[in-house]
């Protein structure tokens, strides 16, 4: 079975607050993929970022970065210097062949960033 | 290039109607997947379309059911629709199956009266 757990239901900040979202998965599958999704009020989920199982090194992309970490499978995801426009619902995903390569996703985190 | 698109935006339905709703995808992809979203299920798989077959499929009553066109746009369609089946429904596409990146269209907000 695989399942993907996103603890925080709701975080709120203030603007120029680091904020890291967390994730944890499971899967029993060497070849996986992780995903990080945003969708602000408009409904649309906004890809974030991928890692593949084989790869873990971290990467920072602007105000993004992620830390993957097999040993613990969890795959955070902080943004720095957070603004109003990130507030939003954040979901992680976990896709592998088990699954059909269909996105398992975690319930969300639900981000406030107040002014 | 754009997005992922998917008609209508807003839709609201009786009990045992049925209903369709579109997708169209990026263009040059020829993937396209469904997902239910419900505030107690969370984001569901329904299923997947690669060249007009049917690829995968979530655990849903075959009340819920969909086609791709040689173009690579989806329909999806639900009959005898229940209460239960107001969700937002959103339409994914990739540019193949498998472990490709999947884009997101707007949705289509289902409400069952």
């Known amino acids: 079975a695989q399942k993907v757990t996103q603890a925080q239901t709701e975080i709120s900040v203030v603007e120029k607050e680091d904020v890291t979202l967390d994730c944890v998965y499971e899967?029993?599958?060497?070849?996986?993929?992780l995903f990080w999704y945003k969708q602000p009020p408009s409904g649309e989920l906004v890809f974030l970022i991928r890692?593949?199982?084989?790869?873990?090194q971290n990467e920072i992309s602007g105000r993004y970065s992620w830390n993957f970490q097999k040993s613990t499978s969890s795959f955070n995801f902080t943004i720095t210097a957070s603004q109003v426009v990130d507030s939003a619902v954040y979901f992680c995903?976990?896709?592998?062949?088990?699954?059909?390569?269909?996105?398992?996703f975690g319930k969300g985190t639900s981000l406030l960033v107040t002014p | 290039k754009a997005g992922v698109t998917q008609t209508p935006r807003y839709l609201i339905k009786t009990r045992g109607q049925q209903v369709t709703l579109s997708c169209s995808p990026i263009?040059?992809?020829?993937?396209v997947s469904w997902y239910q979203q419900t505030p107690g299920q969370g984001l569901q798989f329904l299923f997947e379309?690669?060249?007009?077959?049917?690829?995968n499929k979530g655990n849903f009553p075959g009340r819920f059911s969909g086609r791709q066109f040689s173009n690579s746009r989806s329909e999806m369609n639900v009959s005898t629709l229940e209460l239960g089946d107001s969700a937002l429904y959103l339409c994914?596409?990739?540019?193949?199956?498998?472990?490709?990146?999947?884009?997101f269209g707007p949705g289509t907000r289902l409400t069952v009266l």
């Open positions: 994914a596409s990739s540019l193949a199956q498998g472990t490709d990146t999947q884009y």
């Open positions: 899967t029993r599958d060497t070849t996986y993929y």
């Open positions: 890692r593949n199982s084989f790869d873990e």
């Open positions: 995903a976990l896709s592998n062949s088990n699954s059909g390569y269909a996105l398992n």
């Open positions: 263009s040059g992809h020829r993937s």
């Open positions: 379309y690669f060249s007009e077959t049917q690829r």
